[in-house]
């Protein structure tokens, strides 16, 4: 199996997400693309997943953190995301509830220190891996695509 290059990556610009904006919606949509990628499972059904999260429109804080476990499992599925989609679906709901929780809802926290500045990307991928279901793979790819 030939490894995987920069030019066959799935990455933000294929999902709608515009990070060179640095908005809290985007950052938010990116974090939880990254966690899907992030799992033992094919980019294409992780981007699928996305897109079925996406057009229920569940792509923020509150409403991820709100949202019904049983409609996240059956979102997952129709992506083709079947492996691990009853622990992802709990893993989406508190990925939305830890966002609000510790940042107010507002991503653009993770990048920014409490000057204003943007940290370093090493911590930056040690704040977003305090997120359960955030491994080091996910944090990785999420760093990889910021523009700071």
Not at 34 to 58: N, P, V, W
Not at 61 to 86: C, F, I, N, S, T
Not at 133 to 147: D, K, M
């Amino acid at each position: 199996m030939a490894a995987t290059t920069r030019k066959d990556r799935i990455g933000p610009d294929d999902l709608g997400v515009d990070l060179s904006k640095g908005t809290d919606t985007q950052l938010f949509r990116w974090l939880v693309a990254c966690d899907l990628f992030g799992r033992r499972i094919s980019q294409d059904i992780a981007a699928a997943a996305f897109k079925e999260l996406d057009k229920a429109r569940l792509l923020n804080p509150k409403k991820l953190a709100d949202a019904d476990w049983q409609q996240l499992v059956d979102l997952l599925g129709a992506g083709g995301y079947k492996r691990y989609d009853e622990s992802t679906a709990s893993e989406l709901i508190r990925l939305g509830q830890d966002a609000q929780d510790r940042y107010g809802g507002r991503l653009t926290k993770i990048t920014r220190g409490d000057d204003g500045r943007t940290v370093d990307k090493t911590v930056i991928k040690r704040r977003v891996q305090e997120f359960k279901g955030i491994g080091p793979t996910a944090a990785a790819i999420f760093v990889r695509e910021l523009h700071l």
